[in-house]
């Protein structure tokens, strides 16, 4: 059932957008901005506290991404919707927001005329993509099938996260540092993902990072 005010997490890493969607927001009767968040670890810690329906979160974020941070609260609080913002006009950052079980997806550069459409349609329960997004998330699986290239959840979410951080160029005492576990740990984390996804270096990890939408390109 769609609640008579919607209670809304908005999460970006600049302050001026987030600024920006709450004016938005709060202009409508129906909406309610009640917490926000500068980067996706915020949001997750947010998003399972806070009294929330609806969390909007940017796809680019500092400590955790918004596909992470959507990834993390869809399994966690499965009762609170996601939309994605983005300033990607990309079939891969598309396909990977889907697949973290976010509700819509919103580019950056129509917020003004699709963000509040988005915010109610998914409250109702339907889905919200921009409009060539559906053509994009298509045409994207069908080169995925013809070629092969079929992605699979072989990481961890702790190894997600290491990955995340190696491919921003941490070393792994900053890693351990971040993460509150030891050098060790990060080693043993980082071996264990190059032997899954059968890489060598962290070259090879950091466009694995860019094509699961990780890290931008």
Do not use: W
């Not at 009767?29 to 947010?46: H, I, K, M, N, S």
């Not at 080169?143 to 992605?151: A, I, L, M, N, T």
Request: contains cysteine; proline residues 3%; hydrophobic residues 45%.
């Amino acid at each position: 059932m769609t609640p008579l005010k919607t209670r809304i997490l908005i999460a970006d890493d600049h302050p001026i957008v987030l600024r920006g969607l709450r004016m938005l927001l709060d202009a409508q009767a129906d909406f309610e901005v009640v917490t926000a968040a500068t980067d996706g670890e915020a949001a997750v810690r947010l998003a399972l506290d806070a009294d929330i329906h609806l969390a909007i979160l940017d796809i680019s974020m500092p400590r955790k991404t918004g596909l992470q941070a959507a990834r993390e609260i869809t399994q966690r609080r499965p009762d609170v919707r996601v939309l994605m913002l983005s300033m990607h006009d990309n079939e891969q950052f598309l396909f990977e927001a889907i697949r973290a079980g976010v509700s819509g997806y919103v580019l950056k550069s129509s917020v003004d005329r699709d963000l509040v459409e988005a915010c109610r349609a998914t409250m109702r329960g339907q889905p919200f993509l921009y409009p060539d997004g559906v053509r994009a998330l298509m045409r994207d699986h069908l080169e995925r099938v013809r070629s092969g290239d079929v992605d699979r959840d072989l990481l961890t979410p702790r190894e997600e996260e290491i990955l995340k951080l190696v491919a921003e160029a941490h070393t792994n005492d900053e890693i351990a540092a971040l993460l509150v576990i030891s050098k060790k740990t990060v080693e043993r984390h980082r071996a264990n993902i190059l032997e899954k996804l059968g890489m060598r270096d962290r070259v090879e990890l950091t466009r694995y990072a860019i094509r699961r939408g990780l890290v931008a390109a």
